[in-house]
C-alpha cells in the first residue's frame, strides 16, 4: 500500500508529494554515493528501497547500473529521479557511514529532510586518510608483494616502494584530467616498466620483473572482478557484465603499458 491524504502527516495531497519527492531524493543521494564509494549494486538497491519503505512508499523501484540510478513509482503519481556517476572509487568508511544513515533513517517516523540533506553531504564532503599515508601504504604492500615473488633483495624492495607510489600518483592525477581508468593505467603502467627498465640498465637492479609486478598491483581491478561476481550472481546482470568488462579493459591496459616497453626493450637487447 501507499501513503494516502488521510495520513496525519500531512494536511494536503500536495504536502504529501513533497514529502514523497524528499524522500525519493534523498534515497536517490544515498544510491549515488554508496555507487561512487564503492558499494556493490545489490546492496545500492537494498538500501534505497529500504528508505523508501520505512517511511510508507512501497510501490518504489530502482534500477543501479555502475554508471546510473534510477528511482521511479511504479503506481500512482509516477515520480522518477535519475542520476548519472561520472566519477567511482573505494571508500569503505563513507560506506559504513551511509549504512549507519541508512539504518537511522529507517527507524524514525517523519524524519528531519533538511538535517537528513545537510548529513549526506556532510558524508560526501567527509575526508579520506591524509594521501602521504595513502600512498606510503601503498608502496609498502607492493614492496611486500614483490618479496613474496622473490624479489627479497633490499634495493628491490627500497625502489618497488618508491615506484609503486610514483604510478599511483600519475594513476590519480590523469584520473583528474581525463577520469578514464584504462587510460590512466596505459600510462601508469607505461612509466612503471620504463623505471623498472632504466633501473635494470644501471644495474641496480638484476631485473626488472618483480618491481614491475610489485609496483603494478595497485592498478589492478581486484574489487572490480569480486563485485562483477557478486552482482552476477544476485541476478543484476547488466551491472555484473559492464563489471566484468571494466575490469577486462583496466587489465588489457595494463598489459599493453608494460608490454609496448618490454617489447622495445627487447629488441634493443635487453634480458629478464
Given amino acids: 500500500m501507499d501513503t494516502s491524504t488521510t495520513d496525519p502527516r500531512f494536511a494536503t495531497e500536495a504536502e504529501e508529494k513533497e514529502y514523497k519527492k524528499n524522500i525519493l531524493k534523498i534515497a536517490l543521494f544515498v544510491g549515488e554515493l554508496m555507487i561512487k564509494n564503492g558499494a556493490e549494486t545489490s546492496r545500492v538497491e537494498d538500501s534505497v528501497l529500504r528508505i523508501c519503505r520505512s517511511q510508507g512508499f512501497y510501490h ?40 549507519n544513515f541508512s539504518r537511522e533513517f529507517c527507524s524514525v517516523k517523519n524524519p528531519d529532510i533538511d538535517k537528513s540533506i545537510a548529513e549526506l553531504y556532510e558524508i560526501d564532503r567527509a575526508e579520506s586518510y591524509p594521501l602521504w599515508f595513502f600512498y606510503s601504504c601503498t608502496g609498502l604492500a607492493s614492496a611486500c608483494f614483490a618479496c613474496l615473488l622473490g624479489g627479497n633483495q633490499l634495493q628491490n624492495f627500497i625502489f618497488t616502494f618508491i615506484v609503486a607510489i610514483i604510478g599511483d600518483i600519475i ?29 635494470t640498465e644501471m644495474n641496480i637492479l638484476a631485473t626488472p620483473t618483480m618491481l614491475i609486478v610489485g ?40 598489459a599493453s603499458g608494460v608490454g609496448v616497453v618490454l617489447d622495445l626493450w627487447f629488441k634493443l637487447g635487453g634480458v629478464l
Fill in 60 to 99: 518504489a523501484n530502482v534500477f543501479t547500473t555502475p554508471t546510473v540510478v534510477i528511482i521511479s513509482d511504479e503506481k500512482f503519481d509516477g515520480f522518477c529521479f535519475m542520476k548519472t556517476i561520472d566519477k567511482r572509487g573505494i571508500n569503505l568508511n563513507k560506506i559504513s557511514m551511509l549504512n
Fill in 171 to 199: 594513476y590519480d592525477q590523469i584520473m583528474k584530467i581525463s577520469s578514464i581508468s584504462a587510460f590512466s593505467c596505459v600510462v601508469a603502467s607505461f612509466v612503471i616498466t620504463i623505471l623498472g627498465v632504466v633501473l
Fill in 215 to 254: 609496483s603494478i598491483m595497485p592498478l589492478l581491478p581486484g574489487v572490480a572482478v569480486i563485485k562483477s561476481i557478486r552482482d552476477l550472481i544476485s541476478g543484476n546482470l547488466i551491472s555484473g557484465i559492464s563489471r566484468v568488462f571494466e575490469a577486462f579493459m583496466i587489465l588489457l591496459s595494463i
